[in-house]
Nanobody, 123 residues
Framework: QVQLVESGGGLVQTGDSLRLSCAAS????????MGWFRQAPGKEREFVAA????????YYADSVKGRFTISRDNAKYTVLLQMNSLKPEDTAVYYC????????????????WGQGTQVTVSS
């Protein structure tokens, strides 16, 4: 049974930083990629960042480039999202996602999802 459990969300002010963590369990040796998505109220879920599990290549949405950093700890099967210079428009529920099947793109195509963690940035 694959499980992804996020943690680290909270309420911060504009310009603050937060670090989200996603702990993976089950079939952890088979991960191809893991990513972060977010969904703001009244909006569709959108891609934020992704990382290839083996090579460590990273991918970002334009809206977070230069502010967010995704990383992984292979030994702990954990994916981190360091979020700096937060803005009110970053307010959303953030979801961790993973997949074990190879796909040549990283902005979609994930099979496993966490329950989400709320990030609220006040102005």
């Amino acid at each position: 049974q694959v499980q992804l459990v996020e943690s680290g969300g909270g309420l911060v002010q504009t310009g603050d930083s937060l670090r989200l963590s996603c702990a993976a369990s089950g079939r952890t040796s088979s991960w191809h990629a893991m990513g972060w998505f977010r969904q703001a109220p009244g909006k569709e879920r959108e891609f934020v960042a992704a990382i290839s599990w083996s090579g460590g290549s990273t991918y970002y949405a334009d809206s977070v480039k230069g502010r967010f950093t995704i990383s992984r700890d292979n030994a702990k099967y954990t994916v981190l999202l360091q979020m700096n210079s937060l803005k009110p428009e970053d307010t959303a529920v953030y979801y961790c996602a993973g997949r074990t099947i190879y796909r040549p793109f990283y902005f979609s195509g994930y099979d496993y999802w966490g329950q989400g963690t709320q990030v609220t940035v006040s102005s």
